[in-house]
């Protein structure tokens, strides 16, 4: 059968076999359309996409943007082609052709869509690789966006559907502002505060930030339109509405991490009992101690000038201990620990070094560590603090002091048993013969 009577065989048929034949041709046209477009996107345009190429070129030649976009192809060829089938009324060819333009607004926005998740994983993976200084997330501004593109997508869709302009959704909908406002409450809140955010650089990926009251203490993974995600450091998760870190005050530990040092802030309780006047021999005995013989040196010489002054204004009352300049078993134990931090390879020199003794109280007298570490890593941290304190715990006696510590059952049998038990009596001599 030729071409020709083929068509003469499609004329004599009825209206509706013409229609359905017509529709069958269209659809299968549409497809036809369809598969042509996607060897062409998909095995020719993406062949072009390299790693040289810029950062929005790769986007657009992503796969998912590119099968997204083939397939507008069909819809665009119903739009064309719907006029042309034989012996369709206008209602349907108005309903067919508005049909095929709610499909290729609701492709479009897909593509757009698709597009916006291109770029956003593109910066993930390109933060990832720079330095955490410089990493911001825009995972708020992509939800905001895709949030815009389906209200508006779904606007068009609808006044393509009922064949009316958009423009009078758009006026019913600002009727509606105070429900939208309401409904949209939080995604305002939380985008307006996401701007904050970002404009003041007040929260990154990877920051280690402290809000108690939500008990949230860890490393930010994830900041969303509506939530920002922190890993605690026993590795649960905690979702913060992004309003309430405006709304509410929260610690950002990035400065700590930036300035390469972390603090140490603990005192050591000393027993108020054990503080004296070093006397001669203590002098000659913490002389051989290395790190604080050029400070016994200097003191002594400023000792012996005070008590000389002295002596020549009080005469014979300067012979009074009470009268005279001594050092101390504290002031030269702190010393001692100022010139160990100065010397420790854990301690970060170009930081505030400080080592004070505090108001005494029913728990001692305070003596004060505050310094920073060489390093912000959380074991390396814990490990040079506790050196440290391990051994000036340890070098206490040198020093005649001793650690406050309430006392204990074992001290309290200790000192009932000494109460309770008998002096030993001498022994007798053995009888002479």
Known sequence: MTIESSLNFLTEQAPWVQALTGLTAMVLLAYAVRLIVHIVLVRGVGRWSHPSQPRWTKALLSAPVLNRLEKIAPSLVIQLTVGAVPHLNATAQTVIRNVAVAVTILHIVRVLMALLDAFQEDHERTASLAARTSTHSIKSYIQLAKLGLILLGSIIIIAALIDRSPLILLSGLGAMSAVLLLVFKDTLLSFTAGLQLASNDMLRIGDWIEMPQLGADGDVIDIALHTVKVQNWDKTITTIPTWRLMSESFRNWRGMSESGGRRIKRTLRLDSSAVRFLDSADVERLRHIALIRPYLEHKLQEVQATNTALQASLGELARDPANQRRLTNLGTFRA???????????????????????????????????????????????????????????????????????????????????????????????PTA
Not at 343 to 353: A, E, K, S, V
Not at 382 to 387: G, I, L, N, P
């Open 336 to 430: 001692y620990v100022q010139a160990y931090l100065k010397q420790h390879p854990g301690i970060h020199q170009g930081m505030t070094l400080m080592v004070r003794a505090m108001e005494p109280s029913p728990e001692g007298v305070p003596l004060e560590l505050y310094c920073f570490t060489a390093t912000t890593a959380w074991v390396q941290y814990e490990a040079t603090q506790s050196d440290i304190f391990d051994h000036l715990l340890a070098i206490l006696p040198e020093f005649g002091l001793r650690l406050f510590q309430q006392p204990s059952g074992h001290d309290l049998q200790a000192g009932l048993l000494q109460a309770h038990t008998p002096p030993a009596r001498p022994a007798l001599n053995p």
